[in-house]
């Protein structure tokens, strides 16, 4: 009850369904119901946990190794005197797996200001490009060194798949890059970066949702974001109070859907073995 704001807005708006209701509720669907109540109930916990966040309240965070290497790896360019290599896939900014990986990106770029670290941003689309050298031009200017920043770390190669994979290997080899990260999204090419990161002794952190992808990554680099996880590095990484309230809500979301999927498989169970209780699916159907 310490968010009186958000148990007032709701008892309100409650109180006015339960008018519209009484009265008749005129253009709504009665057989979406269940459709609607979801809708709403979601809605509220996702605002719920990110309000209590932004007031200060800490949460619990399942720690993801992949994360905590992302420094460790920085940390170890640095003391080799080499470059981090990033790769934010290869598609373009109307992919949401893009965009996620130039957001981690900033992060990054922060920390190789912070420890004066080279880093390598080969692109194989120009919206990407752009959005890249402004993701690391702001990281270095909050850091304070905006004087390291140059537009040249972020460089197009080629829009053909294999032709920037070749290319990106040819980097690796001639560079040799410490830490060698895949933030995005990946095809065919992702197998081939990976073996020739692993071929150069290069620390290797990869990132994506592409599930024909992920068990190459798994296979062949050190750390794996897998999914959703990979979704969630910019709430950890940044710690910002609304990413990390709306990380707590989508878990919260997922704990209460299990819970209903138990609780509706047992009573199925016994409605169909004994005819105890009542046939939950017809009340569970969306139609």
């Not at 709504?28 to 932004?54: G, H, K, P, W």
């Not at 402004?134 to 270095?140: F, L, N, P, Q, W």
């Not at 060698?180 to 620390?203: H, P, Q, V």
Request: glycine content about 8%.
């Amino acid at each position: 009850m310490k968010d009186k704001q958000f148990w007032v807005g709701s008892a309100i708006i409650a109180v006015l369904f339960l008018i519209y209701w009484v009265a008749g509720h005129p253009y709504f669907v009665t057989d979406r119901i269940v459709m609607f109540i979801s809708i709403i109930f979601l809605s509220a916990t996702l605002i719920f946990y990110t309000r209590a966040a932004e007031r200060g309240e800490e949460f619990f965070l399942r720690p993801i190794p992949a994360l905590k290497a992302v420094e460790e790896a920085v940390g170890r360019s640095t003391e080799m005197g080499r470059p981090i290599l990033y790769v934010p896939g290869i598609q373009d900014m109307d992919q949401v797996e893009t965009v996620a990986g130039v957001v981690v990106l900033g992060h990054v770029a922060k920390m190789t200001a912070r420890y004066e670290t080279s880093l390598n941003v080969p692109v194989s689309r120009s919206i990407v490009m752009k959005a890249a050298r402004e993701s690391c031009r702001d990281a270095y200017t909050v850091e304070g060194r905006p004087d390291m920043f140059n537009e040249d770390m972020v460089h197009y190669l080629t829009d053909d798949q294999f032709a920037y994979a070749a290319g990106v290997n040819g980097i690796m080899v001639r560079e040799k890059p410490a830490a060698c990260m895949y933030m995005g999204k990946f095809y065919a090419e992702s197998l081939i970066l990976a073996e020739t990161g692993n071929s150069i002794g290069a620390i290797q952190i990869a990132g994506t949702a592409s599930q024909a992808q992920i068990p190459f990554f798994v296979t062949a680099c050190d750390y794996t974001l897998i999914g959703e996880e990979f979704f969630a590095a910019s709430a950890y990484l940044s710690q910002k109070p609304e990413l990390i309230g709306g990380v707590k809500g989508q878990d919260m979301i997922k704990l209460f859907v299990t819970a209903a999927i138990v609780l509706s498989t047992i009573l199925m169970i016994l409605f169909e073995t004994a005819g105890v209780g009542i046939n939950i699916s017809d009340f569970l159907t969306i139609r």
